[in-house]
């Protein structure tokens, strides 16, 4: 029989989780601090620890911190799940780089406990940690300390279960990040589902994340599972979700929070085992200050927050993205790129990031004819606002990047008569940023 160590201050907690172990078939052992817990796993190293990140009155959450370094020191080869409520998601985050194997926001239901200590023990029966997993990257190309410490971060959180919030400018790759911590998490197998939540109207968001039922409403000839039932056993990953309506948000709050949903025209309920990753390009804090996003559903999608940082913080990546998307053209052809040409392209400010560039590369390599791809050619594709001021113009000036992305969007939007379309197709990112960059720099689509 497994032993389970639970560590948390409030009785009715210790009680409510012995009983509901016991009757699951675990031993469980309930203490209500740090030194009953370390006397508890000196006598005997247990199967799994249930730990509090608070249990001796204050609310920081460095009293769980604490006892997990010297419970590893201890027992180093047992799982450990934290338990915490919001204000101490920070600190459960740090808990999992100190060795935690993952961490739950109180409360929090029975069945997800058990499903997360039923992984953490069959990992542990197959001595497969977390560091010791091989971690596939394969999909992500680069090597700078800003992108290697966001893939040092997914390699830890993987494994676990709990929700992901992807930060970062369009065309930085969010889709790319939810992807590997898919792949490199025990859902793997199961499928990944992503959602445009920008893509959908209002009018059609219930039946596209929960489903219908045939005759649901006028047009429903048969019935449709939604998004989170197509990723039961797996992940979904909400992108845009900063363009979520507050009535949309209350709808997918319940999801997230139990599991459960009713499909339209069904009143059963439905329970879904899914991990959601969510994205966003927008200032979510910002918008919980003017109450356009539900504080309940920010802290239940942002357990653990990933910022991508925009191309141009992290240049040395270029070059190797510039041969990573050559290969990935297609065309029969296979023009090099001079040095002359890759150091014009690490240069440029990239308002569209990662999508952009490779729209450069892959058009300047449709548009060649020779075996090298010249500086002059480069500078040729890309005269249509986005190209690099010239050296002497820009110590002259003085252009900052704003400035420069600012002239970037007004040459697009001349060239294309105002088109948004066209314009953000050309800048490389999507019609959604172009409009909020024309309200930010004060700039109008009517042209001269």
Known sequence: MKRILIVDDDRTVRLSMGVMLRHCGFEPEA??????????????????????MNFSGATTGQDGLELLQRVRILC???????????????????????GAFDFLTKPCSGPVLLQRIETAL??????????????????????????????????????????????????????????AIHDNSRRRQGPFVMVNLGGISQSLFESEMFGHTKGAFTGAAGERKGRFELADKGTIFL??????????QVKILRVLQQHTFEPLGDSRT??????????????????????????????????????????????????LLINHFARLTETDRRPEFSSEAIAYLTRLPYPGNVRQLK????????????AVISLDDIERDTRMGLSEPKPETASVNGMTLEEME??????????HSGNITNAALELGITRQALYRKIEKYGLTTQTK
């Open 122 to 179: 069959a990992m542990a029966e197959k001595g497969t940690s977390t560091a010791e997993k091989a971690f596939d990257r394969s999909a992500i190309v680069g090597r700078s300390a800003a992108l290697t410490e966001i893939l040092d971060t997914v390699r830890r959180i993987a494994p676990t279960d709990a929700p992901v919030l992807i930060t970062g400018e369009n065309g930085t790759g969010k889709e790319l990040i939810a992807k």
């Open 239 to 248: 992108d845009e979700i900063g363009d979520l309506d507050l009535n949309c």
């Open 31 to 52: 203490v209500d601090g740090a030194e009953a817990a370390l006397a508890s796993v000196r006598r005997e190293a247990p199967s799994l620890i249930l730990m509090d």
């Open 359 to 370: 729209n450069i590369v892959e058009r300047s390599i449709l548009m060649s004819e020779g």
């Open 270 to 319: 439905r329970t879904v085992d899914i991990r959601v990753v969510c994205a966003t390009n927008a200032d979510l804090p910002a918008m919980l200050r003017e109450r356009t996003f539900r504080e309940d559903l920010f802290y239940r999608i942002n357990a653990i927050t990933l910022h991508l940082p925009p191309l141009r913080e992290r240049r040395e990546d270029i070059p």
């Open 406 to 415: 600012r002239t970037a969007i007004e040459n697009a939007l001349k060239k």
């Open 76 to 98: 180093p080869e047992t799982p450990v799940i934290l338990m915490t409520a919001w204000g101490s998601i920070p600190l459960a985050v740090e808990g999992i780089r100190y």
